[in-house]
């Protein structure tokens, strides 16, 4: 079966092995290559790399409106598109090109999360289960009807970048099982998405980082938790700026002003939030590396 795989991020790079196991990938279409690091130098993403490393021809169109870039995909005489993570919204016009259209893995329960950022909106939300769909593509935003999935829990302190791993793998999986039943010639019954229980994951945006302790601690600790490692919370406490990389609420009843430090030991930092308290255990200083709240009230004894 021929497969033209697009993809960009870490996330897809397991659907492209996945992908290239037993079929053979005649192209990858990823983002143009971006600067990135100190030097801003154009870096290319991810899954370029897998691509090269596995001689798989790459283009990188900055998007599909004319008609040279559909050509150039025609001519590839696909028998599928694969597409995880892409981001670029493909035209009606393209999705026609493949023999079997075109299949998206989606780290959600959908309609559940449609959009950018499934994986960190779940656990914003407090969402106690998450999971992998794979889905035949239509125009609309992650509209289209679902052919396989599968679900997990998420743990109760797990991060934003523990689930994206774990769904990572998951997607490659239940992408393996489609191409499995494609290659047997059996075509997974499409299951449209219910109309109930749509949301939207929109980007994550850097300014959502700072914390506000007027919120609940359980508001607050899931952020701490989604945010990490991109775009990670951040807060002010006794007067210093802090990045959180791991917080728990405590179902605990204070008459102090919200964003007060409450206690300081080695268990955290207790700051309290307009209902309860969120207890920092392991934070960051400007320009320094994650460490515990022991390690930092080392430098801060005036806290203890």
């Known amino acids: 079966m021929r497969i033209v795989f697009a993809g960009t991020p870490d996330f897809a790079v397991p659907c492209l092995r996945a992908a290239a196991q037993r079929n053979e990938v005649v192209a990858v279409y990823t983002q143009p290559d971006r600067p990135a690091g100190r030097g801003r130098g154009l870096t290319p993403s991810p899954v370029k790399r897998e691509a090269l490393l596995r001689g798989i021809e790459v283009f990188q169109p900055e998007n599909f409106k004319s008609a040279v870039s559909k050509d150039a995909l025609r ?4 028998d599928l598109m694969v597409v995880v ?85 998951l997607g490659a999986q239940v992408l393996a099982d489609g191409l499995g039943l494609l290659r047997a010639d059996i075509r997974p019954l499409p299951q449209p998405q219910p109309e109930e229980g749509v949301t939207y994951a929109h980007k994550l945006d850097k300014a959502e980082a700072r914390l506000d302790w007027s919120r609940p601690a359980t508001v607050l600790a899931n952020k701490v938790r989604a945010f990490n490692p991109w775009p990670m919370a951040e807060a002010v406490v006794a007067g210093e700026r802090l990045r959180l990389h791991g917080a728990v609420a405590l179902d605990e009843v204070h008459g102090a002003e919200p964003g007060s430090l409450l206690r300081a030991g080695r268990d955290g930092l207790d700051v309290a939030c307009a209902t309860g308290v969120l207890r920092i255990r392991v934070l960051q200083r400007d320009g320094g590396k994650a460490i515990t709240a022991a390690d930092y009230l080392n430098g801060r004894p005036d806290l203890r």
Do not use: F
């Open 75 to 78: 001519a590839l005489k696909p």
């Open 85 to 169: 993570a892409y981001g670029l919204i493909l035209p009606q016009s393209v999705l026609d090109i493949p023999t079997y259209g075109c299949w998206n893995v989606h780290a959600s329960l959908l309609p559940r999360w449609r959009g950018a950022a499934p994986i960190q909106r779940a656990i914003e939300a407090g969402d106690r289960e998450s999971g992998v769909c794979l889905m035949q593509m239509e125009k609309g935003l992650d509209t289209g009807p679902v052919l396989l999935s599968q679900s997990l829990q998420i743990g109760e302190q797990e991060t934003g970048g523990q689930l994206h791993d774990r769904l990572s793998a």
